[in-house]
C-alpha cells in the first residue's frame, strides 16, 4: 500500500493546509481567517471575470426597486463551477468543516465589486436557515483587497478583516442572525470577487 499512497498522494501544495484562526465575537459567533489559503488565485480571477454570466443585482426595497451596486451570479447545488480550484475549495471547506457543520458546503455565490464604489451594505445572510440556526458562509476572495465589516445585530462594537487575494474568512456560529457584515465603499480600489460558500438551504 505505500506505492499506492505515494503514487496517489496530493503534491506539496494540497497537503499543507493554511493555519486557519478563529476568532470568537460575541453571541455566539466567529470568523476564521487562512491567509493564502486558494492556490492559483491569479488564474482564477482572470477565469471568474470572463466566465461567469454576471449579472446587475437589483434588490426589492419598499415600494421601488433600486440596484445593489456589484455584479452577481449564483451557482446552485450541483451545477459545474467555472474553475477547478473552486471545485476543490468546496471539497476542501466541506472536509475541513464536516465535523462542526455536519453537513457540506453545496452553493457559491459570487459577486464582483468593479470599483471602490461598489459595495453591499449592512445586512445577515437570513433567507432560509441562517435566521433561525447556527450555520457557516465561507467566502474565498481574489483580486484587489477589501474590508469585511462586522458588528453586533443591533449595535455595539464591530471590527473588521481585509480580505486579500486568495484570502478565507467563514463567518459561523449564529455570526448570520447575531451579528451583521457589509463591504463598505472605499475612495479607491481595484476589482475583487469574492465567492461564498454555504451549505443548503443558506441565502
Ligand atoms: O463580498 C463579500 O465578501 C461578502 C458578500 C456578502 O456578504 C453576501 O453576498 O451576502
Ligand atoms: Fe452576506
Known amino acids: ?38 492556490p492559483d488565485p491569479d488564474d482564477v480571477f482572470a477565469t471568474l471575470v470572463h466566465d461567469v454570466p454576471w449579472r446587475e ?16 451570479h449564483t451557482y446552485g447545488q450541483g451545477e459545474p463551477l467555472p474553475h477547478p480550484r473552486l471545485a476543490e475549495a468546496r471539497g476542501r471547506l466541506t ?13 457559491a455565490g ?4 468593479r470599483n471602490g464604489n461598489d459595495s453591499v451594505a449592512w445586512h445577515g ?25 462586522l458588528r453586533p445585530h443591533g449595535g455595539g462594537k464591530g471590527m473588521s478583516i481585509e480580505m486579500g487575494h486568495g484570502d478565507l474568512v467563514v463567518m459561523g456560529g449564529s455570526c448570520q442572525r447575531t451579528w451583521e ?13 469574492s465567492v461564498q460558500f454555504r451549505p443548503r438551504n443558506v441565502f
Open 110 to 113: 459570487c459577486c464582483y465589486y
Open 125 to 149: 445572510d437570513k433567507i432560509g436557515r441562517g435566521r433561525t440556526d447556527d450555520t457557516m458562509v465561507a467566502i474565498v476572495s481574489v483580486g484587489d483587497p477589501r474590508r469585511l465589516a
Open 1 to 38: 500500500m505505500d506505492f499506492q499512497g505515494t503514487l496517489f498522494a496530493p503534491t506539496a501544495d494540497e497537503t499543507t493546509e493554511p493555519a486557519y484562526e478563529r476568532i470568537h465575537l460575541d453571541r455566539g459567533a466567529w470568523v476564521d481567517i487562512a491567509r493564502g489559503w486558494l
Open 181 to 193: 457584515h457589509a463591504i463598505p465603499k472605499v475612495s479607491s480600489a481595484g476589482p475583487r470577487i
Open 95 to 107: 472536509a475541513h468543516y464536516l465535523p462542526e457543520l455536519g453537513e457540506p458546503f453545496v452553493t
Open 57 to 72: 443585482e437589483r434588490r426589492q426595497m419598499y415600494d421601488r426597486v433600486v440596484d445593489v451596486p456589484r455584479l452577481l
